[in-house]
T-cell receptor, first 113, second 113 residues
């Protein structure tokens, strides 16, 4: 089967810097993607989503970029704060399955004060 | 507040014992899901339900059972047939259409005594 993967398992950034977390997907027919944040011992929290008819979507301090040509997704966090420390993973909607997703393994973001 | 409630937060199972994990949502969502999360792996789908009184097996359904008698409830039973049940179990829900965010509870951590 096809899967979603992350390039970097860990990322450390200084407080106030910008963070970029990457994700590769392999199904060119996938048309909906989500980024989740998961803190230790808690469930994943929805951050932002993007559909394949868009290249970029912005939220509060977060931006998701979608490059369909190379099947790549990224999450940018502006002015990273200690509260942003968590595992971030992307999810890819599996075509023709209703609302099933492939979930990436995650990148652990550590913010250094 | 609307959300998904999983209980208990921690659960211990003895050899040969069945245990049931609770998941309740008050979001009025039609679809509900159960996932298993192991270290270093993406979420894996155990069972899902698109509508009351109907559910489907996911990728790793062996050793698990579910019921969906009410829209707001989707309990998961981990049976004695599941030989490696130690994991973090996550319940999610979404509205009934494709390509919509799944919202998660805070999980139940199951361990073997």
């Amino acid at each position: 089967g096809e899967s979603v993967g992350l390039h970097l398992p860990t990322l450390s950034v200084q407080e106030g810097d910008n963070s970029i977390i990457n994700c590769a997907y392999s199904n060119s027919a996938s048309d909906y993607f989500i980024w989740y944040k998961q803190e230790s011992g808690k469930g994943p929290q929805f951050i932002i989503d993007i559909r394949s008819n868009m290249d970029k979507r912005q939220g509060q301090r977060v931006t998701v970029l979608l490059n369909k040509t190379v099947k790549h997704l990224s999450l940018q966090i502006a002015a990273t704060q200690p509260g942003d420390s968590a595992v971030y993973f992307c999810a890819e909607n599996i075509p023709n399955t209703g609302n099933q997703f492939y979930f990436g393994t995650g990148t652990s973001l550590t913010v250094i004060p | 507040d609307g959300g998904i409630t999983q209980s208990p937060k921690y659960l211990f199972r003895k050899e040969g014992q069945n245990v049931t994990l609770s998941c309740e949502q008050n979001l009025n969502h039609d679809a509900m899901y159960w996932y298993r999360q192991d270290p270093g792996q993406g979420l894996r789908l155990i069972y899902y339900s698109q509508i009351v009184n109907d559910f489907q097996k996911g990728d790793i359904a062996e050793g698990y059972s579910v019921s969906r008698e009410k829209k707001e409830s989707f309990p998961l039973t981990v049976t004695s047939a599941q030989k490696n049940p130690t994991a973090f179990y996550l319940c999610a829900s979404s509205i009934g259409r494709a390509a919509q965010p799944q919202h998660f509870g805070d999980g139940t951590r199951l361990s073997i005594l």
